[in-house]
């Protein structure tokens, strides 16, 4: 019978006993961040440490840099959004009324959500909340950015009132001064 080595797959040989690493190259150091698997971090017994967890600073520091992609994120949509309300044109169509739609809904929505988009990046401490108000009043800020671009859209459309002649219905009629006669 064959022995229980040689009915092994290779590939299983491999993961249980990795091949030995190679020299690096004199002079040329790691990568930051990279541990190149030297005494240093492993234990005694040839298994590899587990990394170190963060800090709360540091943890404090990475919601904080989370917290601004986020608040960040509808201005990253608005050039696309504009070129497309560009390119839809000034007519009443069916595409150019869905596009305008969107422009209104999500940052409506976006604004509904505010406290539910920061939620996750909410920490216990009186320091952190001061920066995420900021990011906070960004995310608004933002959000009324994108809002003003379906604002301007709609201006483009012409339905917005904002000549004297949209509001002639509640003016009321001049009273002539001169008369005219026609002749027959």
């Not at 040689?6 to 990568?31: I, M, Y």
């Not at 404090?60 to 990253?76: D, G, M, Q, R």
């Not at 422009?103 to 505010?114: E, H």
């Amino acid at each position: 019978m064959a022995s229980s080595k040689a009915s092994v797959p290779v590939w299983v040989a491999q993961l249980e006993s990795p091949p030995p690493a190679r020299n690096k190259l004199p002079g040329a150091s790691d990568p930051l961040g990279f541990s190149s698997g030297s005494s240093s971090s492993k234990k005694k017994d040839g298994k590899p440490q587990p990394p170190k967890a963060p800090t709360t600073d540091e943890m404090e520091t990475l919601k904080l840099k989370k917290a601004w992609e986020v608040a960040l994120a509808p201005v990253k949509s608005l050039p696309m959004t504009a070129i497309m309300m560009y390119m839809s044109g000034n007519s009443l169509q069916i595409f150019s009324i869905m596009m305008v739609f969107m422009a209104f809904k999500n940052p409506l929505v976006g604004l509904m959500n505010t406290n539910l988009a920061f939620e996750r990046f909410q920490t216990e401490g009186g320091n952190s909340s001061n920066k995420m108000l900021q990011t906070k009043l960004v995310y608004v800020a933002m959000q009324l950015v994108a809002l003003a671009v379906g604002i301007w859209k709609v201006n483009a459309m012409g339905l917005l009132p904002t000549t004297r002649s949209d509001w002639l219905m509640w003016e009321s009629q001049r009273e002539s001064l001169d008369w005219a006669v026609t002749a027959l």
